[in-house]
């Protein structure tokens, strides 16, 4: 049986969060070398303290240093279109980028699986892909991770 889990948690049109319901809300004692910044500009490669909360109450997280403890590592940014299925293609998307980017498959794997999606949309535009799939990993038995997962 896969130790990746998939449960979606969405707020506001803006954000959705597909959480594991496993890791703890923030790592304590993030790194001096930490540095603050809005989730929708996560790259890929970069390793966080904590994540936003459902509500929207906060647009900032911690971004740290992947050796330090860390609560998730983005390790995909995908354009998604206006009219998507929102969660299936988000865990399409997110399940598909994860060998390629730790060079492990899912199945098996003690990491989960969680996403963000900034739905950067405006109605009037013609842009076909107005949105951002963020993709994720954290630890599957909620403990902070240290190092990078990237192969």
Not at 45 to 66: E, H, K, N, W
Not at 69 to 95: F, G, Q, S
Not at 118 to 132: H, I, L
């Amino acid at each position: 049986m896969a130790a990746w889990s998939l449960h979606p948690l969405c707020g506001l049109a803006a954000l959705c969060i597909l959480s594991a319901g496993l890791a703890p809300a923030n790592v304590a004692g993030a790194p001096l070398s930490s540095h603050t910044e809005k989730w929708i500009d996560l790259q890929v490669g970069d390793c966080v303290a904590d994540l936003p909360p459902a509500d929207l109450s906060r647009v900032t997280i911690t971004v740290v240093d992947c050796a330090a403890a860390h609560l998730a590592e983005v390790y995909l940014r995908a354009p998604m279109a206006v009219d998507t299925a929102i969660a299936n293609v988000a865990n399409r998307d997110c399940v598909a980028g994860f060998a390629p980017y730790t060079g492990k498959p899912v199945d098996g794997s003690s990491l989960s699986i969680t996403y963000l999606i900034d739905s950067n949309q405006d109605r009037t535009g013609a842009n076909p892909t107005p949105s951002t799939l963020i993709c994720l990993l954290q630890a599957a038995n909620g403990q902070p991770l240290t190092g990078s997962a990237h192969r």
